[in-house]
T-cell receptor
Framework: NAGVTQTPKFQVLKTGQSMTLQCAQD?????MYWYRQDPGMGLRLIYY???????DKGEVPNGYNVSRLNKREFSLRLESAAPSQTSVYFC???????????FGPGTRLTVT | GENVEQHPSTLSVQEGDSAVIKCTYS??????FPWYKQELGKGPQLIID?????GEKKDQRIAVTLNKTAKHFSLHITETQPEDSAVYFC?????????FGTGTSLTVIP
């Protein structure tokens, strides 16, 4: 039982490059989330998926797209990376919207 | 949207002393208030949570209090130990998403 896994752990991109961050959970959770964490700003929600087949914007969705591939997997795509997207990205899952969220170990992304 | 403020941003206590972290929120629709602990290089982990129909909740050395009228909630850690050193985040949930505070870096001095 691995919980929430994220790949890659570290990534360096040049401005304008694209990449997809992968997230998978093995807890049969319905809801999944993508957050970014910046120094002094806490965690901010980028996108979430309340259930398989649905996705919704969070607080800071600009510059990102998501795909809920199936119940287990939720990916985050940066189409054209910008230095402002340098951050640590966390994926989380929960049984439902009113339940505890379980976080992955994070992906540290640097855009130069 | 919801605005969650968290204080202090850093806190140092002697081992065995108590630590208190406070959060305020703005949206009266918020009804779920979790607290997370984040160790260096790891993702946040839930340590305790409280719902709006409860005023206080305890779990061993950790307690959370909620004052809905004043829109604030607090984390209390008693008999602190060096392994309590971490960053702590509060959060509030009004409708569909969580809003997090900016974190408190707690250092417990042996």
């Amino acid at each position: 039982n691995a919980g929430v896994t994220q790949t890659p752990k570290f990534q360096v991109l040049k401005t304008g490059q694209s990449m997809t961050l992968q997230c998978a959970q093995d807890m049969n959770h319905n809801s999944m989330y993508w957050y970014r964490q910046d120094p002094g700003m806490g965690l901010r929600l980028i996108y979430y998926s309340a259930s398989e087949g649905t996705t919704d914007k969070g607080e800071v969705p600009n510059g990102y797209n998501v795909s809920r591939l199936n119940k287990r997997e939720f990916s985050l795509r940066l189409e054209s990376a910008a230095p402002s997207q340098t951050s640590v990205y966390f994926c989380a899952s929960s049984e439902g919207e009113d339940y505890e969220q379980y976080f992955g170990p994070g992906t540290r992304l640097t855009v130069t | 949207g919801e605005n969650v403020e968290q204080h202090p941003s850093t806190l140092s206590v002697q081992e065995g002393d108590s630590a208190v972290i406070k959060c305020t929120y703005s949206d009266s629709a918020s009804n779920y208030f979790p607290w997370y602990k984040q160790e260096l290089g790891k993702g946040p982990q839930l340590i305790i949570d409280i719902r709006s129909n409860v005023g206080e909740k305890k779990d061993q050395r950790i307690a959370v209090t909620l004052n809905k009228t004043a829109k604030h909630f607090s984390l209390h850690i008693t008999e602190t130990q060096p392994e309590d050193s971490a960053v702590y985040f509060c959060a509030a949930k009004p409708m569909y998403q969580f809003y997090f505070g900016t974190g408190t870096s707690l250092t417990v001095i042996p």
